[in-house]
T-cell receptor
Framework: DSGVTQTPKHLITATGQRVTLRCSPR?????VYWYQQSLDQGLQFLIQ???????AKGNILERFSAQQFPDLHSELNLSSLELGDSALYFC????????????FGPGTRLTVT | DAKTTQPTSMDCAEGRAANLPCNHS???????VYWYRQIHSQGPQYIIH???NNETNEMASLIITEDRKSSTLILPHATLRDTAVYYCTLPGGGYQKVTFGIGTKLQVIP
């Protein structure tokens, strides 16, 4: 158990819909990262927040957005969903904003039908 | 990220040491070597990292060659629960992101 929690575990929705994925980092970690993992793309970095502020942006689509709240939990919002958005979405956390020692949650499996 | 190469797959008998090699011949002087693993469909798990000295923690040991062009992750007594894909990575480049290549699929055999 990494100490990072993600909800929900599974999500099935239809194309065009909007969903919100939630992540709670490990106690004491200020940095939160979101990753997408699909079979053909491997692990793709989406975005990082540190102490409520966006710090780095990766391959995140304009239809996706994220935020980190004052209690440090984070949400990833995915809208106008397409079949290709079906993937595992992982949240990770670390103490510092420059750390590659990241602790990953169990993931949310999103299926878009 | 600098390129790493790892064998695609390896088998290891339960209870024996698993030695997972990684080549990173283009590593730069200040780049760390990080190891992660991913058990099927679970979140990646950080294992260990090092710069040039050998490192050990409760999960594994990391041996880095003197020229830093290769490293070996050692699981001293492999168990069935160590069956996973192991990734050697050299993160860096401004984004605080972790990226993985293909990795080594380690199968621990009873």
């Amino acid at each position: 158990d990494s100490g990072v929690t993600q909800t929900p575990k599974h999500l099935i929705t239809a194309t065009g819909q909007r969903v919100t994925l939630r992540c709670s980092p490990r106690s004491g970690d200020l940095s939160v990262y979101w990753y997408q993992q699909s079979l053909d793309q491997g692990l793709q970095f989406l975005i990082q927040y540190y102490n409520g502020e966006e710090r780095a942006k990766g391959n995140i689509l304009e239809r996706f957005s994220a935020q980190q709240f004052p209690d440090l939990h984070s949400e990833l919002n995915l809208s106008s969903l397409e079949l290709g958005d079906s993937a595992l979405y992982f949240c990770a956390s670390s103490v510092a904003w420059t750390s590659y020692e990241q602790y990953f949650g169990p993931g949310t499996r999103l299926t878009v039908t | 990220d600098a390129k790493t190469t790892q064998p695609t797959s390896m088998d290891c008998a339960e209870g024996r040491a698993a030695n997972l090699p990684c080549n990173h011949s283009t590593i730069s002087g200040n780049e760390y070597v990080y190891w992660y693993r991913q058990i099927h469909s679970q979140g990646p798990q950080y294992i260990i990292h090092g710069l040039k000295n050998n490192e050990t923690n409760e999960m594994a040991s990391l041996i880095i060659t003197e020229d830093r062009k290769s490293s070996t992750l050692i699981l001293p007594h492999a168990t069935l629960r160590d069956t996973a894909v192991y990734y050697c990575t050299l993160p860096g480049g401004g984004y605080q992101k972790v990226t993985f290549g293909i990795g080594t699929k380690l199968q621990v055999i009873p």
